[in-house]
């Protein structure tokens, strides 16, 4: 049975919590309750690294995969651009991936495979995201 750790209400509600306890996955949790500023602040990805990764790594778990749902899925995306080397995976779902501006960017280019200049008014690690998504 998976250890849960961390503020979960919001997934205990929504049935993320019991679809894994379901599953009997051999995996623990940890959910963060992360401020949407720390997202805009760029900040995400330190405190992904100081409160989960790092604690992880220290008590001897050997595979790390960051789950993430909509803004959360940013967010460990954004963890992939900046430190891929510490986690071993990631699983998301209803993905969060900037305005609509990225969206309207890429498709007059025809696509992702064709889309290749990050539009000067969106942050850079948010096409380095959907770059990503091109492999």
């Not at 100081?50 to 803004?71: C, Q, R």
């Not at 954004?78 to 501006?101: E, H, N, R, W």
Request: aromatic share 12%; proline share 4%; charged share 25%.
């Amino acid at each position: 049975m998976p250890t849960i750790k961390g503020k979960c209400l919001h997934y205990e509600k929504h049935g993320f919590v019991e679809a894994v306890r379901e599953r009997r996955f051999e995996a623990d949790l940890k959910i963060l309750d992360i401020n949407p500023v720390l997202y805009l602040q760029g900040r995400i990805v330190d405190v992904v690294k100081t409160e989960m990764v790092d604690p992880a790594i220290d008590s001897g778990y050997k595979k790390i995969i960051l789950v993430g749902i909509s803004l959360g899925w940013h967010g460990a995306l954004f963890y992939v651009t900046k430190a891929s080397q510490d986690i071993d995976g990631v699983v998301v779902m209803a993905p969060f991936l900037g305005g609509f501006f990225i969206n309207d960017v890429i498709q007059s280019a025809g696509g992702l495979s064709r889309w290749e200049e990050c539009p000067p008014i969106e942050w850079d690690y948010v096409c380095d995201m959907w770059k990503l998504l091109t492999f």
